[in-house]
Nanobody, 124 residues
Framework: QVQLVESGGGLVQAGGSLRLSCAASGRTFSSYAMGWFRQAPGKEREFVAA????????SYADSVKGRFTISRDNAKNTMYLQMNNLKPEDTAVYYC?????????????????WGQGTQVTVSS
């Protein structure tokens, strides 16, 4: 079993930056791929970024490519999402997730473990 806890959300002006963290416990952190998803009010949860077990492979949604960077530190059991040049449309609850796979996944249904979410609000 894996427990995930997100932190780092908050209120920021458009053009600003935030760094989200996801602390993991339970299974060996380096044994599974992870991802970030987000859900805005009235919308379905959507893929943001994913990273494989080692951090050597990543994938991004087109809407965040070039602005967000996903990374992980297996020694610290922590995954990160650096978000730059934030836009009002990035406002959502951000969730970290883990999958019982080594290779990264982009589909919500592929993930087995979820954090409780952290709110990100970008003002215009």
């Amino acid at each position: 079993q894996v427990q995930l806890v997100e932190s780092g959300g908050g209120l920021v002006q458009a053009g600003g930056s935030l760094r989200l963290s996801c602390a993991a416990s339970g299974r060996t952190f380096s044994s599974y791929a992870m991802g970030w998803f987000r859900q805005a009010p009235g919308k379905e949860r959507e893929f943001v970024a994913a990273i494989n077990w080692s951090g050597g492979s990543t994938s991004y949604a087109d809407s965040v490519k070039g602005r967000f960077t996903i990374s992980r530190d297996n020694a610290k059991n922590t995954m990160y999402l650096q978000m730059n040049n934030l836009k009002p449309e990035d406002t959502a609850v951000y969730y970290c997730a883990g999958t019982n796979q080594f290779n990264l996944r982009t589909a919500t249904a592929s993930y087995d473990y979820w954090g409780q979410g952290t709110q990100v609000t970008v003002s215009s």
